[in-house]
């Protein structure tokens, strides 16, 4: 298999950096459906991930395939509307050229939501959980082939990969406004099928709290160059077999995400003064 160099990320990030013409503090990208945070992004530099060399196009309904750059608070924020998956046949490996584009951007942190289906029996839809940790049961990862030393050492340790300092900012954050957030476990299934009541039952078991198709991929590979993560996930439903007679359907998961969206997107806005 065919693996990227540096200079290919290196292609993205010049791009980039030449339309924006700054160092953003931070990125961020937003999960399905959560691109109207996008909206509060103040002076805009838009630009289509069509436009940038090397860049994939999401191919997903409710994932539009911007990168705006501009102004939120006193920071200045690069954010993605609209991420990629594994199920859309993308790899690992190229799921992770966002992020290395980030880094060679300049940017040291950065702020992962999804949304993601409930495992832990006390969640509700609606709910929005920080990850602490995460469970991945495939053998894939960003950082298979050769490393790519400019970006980190071979074997990173993931034991602070969902930053306890950044996630202590988020809970005073949520306190100030008067939201309650959870804090768990997310464990990555490759989808793009939602799982069965057996595996989420196997989930629980693990010590899952929520599942999600996305995120693990990015945040390992965000991990490896030195990059700080806040993970957040809204939960837009209750996983497989936990409401019994419930049908998933990614319309749920968009409907939900909508009618949460300005909660959420006032509790980003706060992260990310705060930050
Ligand atoms: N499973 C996997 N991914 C998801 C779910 C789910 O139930 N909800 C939103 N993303």
Redesign the pocket.
């Known amino acids: 298999m065919q693996h990227f160099d540096l200079s290919y990320y290196q292609k993205s990030a010049d791009y980039v950096k030449e339309r924006i013409g700054c160092t953003p503090d931070l990125a961020i990208v937003m999960g ?1 459906a959560l691109g109207g945070f996008a909206e509060k992004i103040r002076n805009p530099v838009v630009i289509d991930y069509a436009d940038i060399p090397n860049f994939p196009i999401p191919t997903v309904k409710y994932h539009d395939g911007k990168l705006i750059c501009g102004d939120v608070g006193d920071k200045k924020v690069l954010c993605m509307a609209g991420r990629f998956h594994s199920y859309e046949g993308y790899s690992f490996e190229q799921l992770s050229i966002p992020v290395r584009m980030f880094r060679l951007l300049g940017i040291k942190t950065l702020i992962l939501t ?5 495992v832990n029996l006390s969640y509700r839809p609606g709910d929005i959980m920080l990850i602490s940790d995460h469970i991945k049961l495939t053998s894939l990862s960003p950082l298979n082939g050769p490393n790519i030393e400019a970006f980190g050492e071979r074997f990173p340790d993931l034991g602070d990969l969902y930053s306890a300092g950044m996630r202590n900012t988020a809970k005073r954050c949520a306190a100030e406004i008067g939201l309650a957030v959870r804090e768990g476990v997310y464990m990555f ?1 490759a ?1 793009p099928q ?2 069965t009541p057996a595996e ?1 039952r196997m989930a629980r078991i693990l010590g899952a709290d929520a ?4 995120t693990v991929p990015e945040a390992i590979a965000a991990a490896h160059c030195g990059m700080r993560v806040l993970g957040v996930s809204l ?6 077999g936990v409401i019994t007679d419930a049908r ?1 359907t990614h319309e749920e ?1 968009a409907r939900t995400a909508q009618d949460t969206e300005k909660v959420f997107t006032i509790f980003l806005e706060k992260v990310i003064k705060e930050l």
């Not at 999804?114 to 409930?118: E, F, I, L, P, R």
């Not at 599942?211 to 996305?214: A, F, K, L, N, Q």
């Not at 939960?235 to 497989?240: D, V």
């Open positions: 399905s999804n949304a993601a289906g409930g299934f989808g939602f799982e989420i599942v999600g198709m996305s939960i837009t439903n209750m996983a497989a998933l998961v």
